[in-house]
């Protein structure tokens, strides 16, 4: 009897959750899948003036793969039902503290090193414009400039950067927390 009431309140839970149009994930979207298919996401741009050579590539080629890890849409070339570009606007360095040298005839060091990268994103949603936004995400890493330089943790600065923006911009377009 037991083991009856147990089948009958799953057979009902999943009953219920198979008749929502929307399917929800345990990566938190809420697309619905009936009606959006495919995304794509155009070649971001570097408008900042810095930063690696191939960072534009390397944000969007991260952009895609994130997109196809963590939702069941189709990437396709262009006109996607979700559809993705924009430009990297910002890279600047910023000294964060001051380290005295010790000595009066010295300059102060920077103690910390914080780099900082903005995103501007344009997201439309053809299936629907409610969603569509156009904002800037943004993220920074520090980094201990007294014992490694900029070259040696630039590529690994920028990855994590991206890694967290690009989880901003997952959460803002189809998670919508």
Request: charged share 20%; glycine share 6%; net charge negative.
């Amino acid at each position: 009897m037991r083991l009856n009431k147990t089948l009958g309140w799953i057979a009902c839970t999943i009953l219920l959750f198979s008749s929502c149009s929307v399917k929800y994930s345990f990566t938190g979207t809420n697309i619905n899948y009936e009606l959006v298919k495919t995304f794509s996401v155009d070649n971001f741009f570097n408008d900042s003036g810095g930063g690696p050579a191939n960072m534009e590539q390397r944000f969007t080629e991260a952009l895609k793969e994130y997109y196809q890890r963590n939702t069941q849409l189709e990437l396709i070339r262009s006109n996607g039902d979700l559809q993705f570009s924009g430009a990297i606007s910002r890279y600047t360095l910023t000294p964060q503290n001051a380290v005295s040298s010790g000595d009066p005839n010295l300059p102060d060091r920077a103690g910390q090193m914080r780099l900082t990268i903005n995103v501007d994103v344009e997201y439309i949603n053809v299936t629907n414009e409610e969603e569509n936004l156009k904002r800037t995400f943004t993220f920074f890493q520090d980094y201990d400039p007294r014992s490694v330089t900029l070259l040696d943790v630039e590529n690994q600065l920028v990855e994590e950067i991206f890694e967290i923006i690009i989880q901003d911009i997952f959460t803002a377009t189809v998670a919508n927390w």
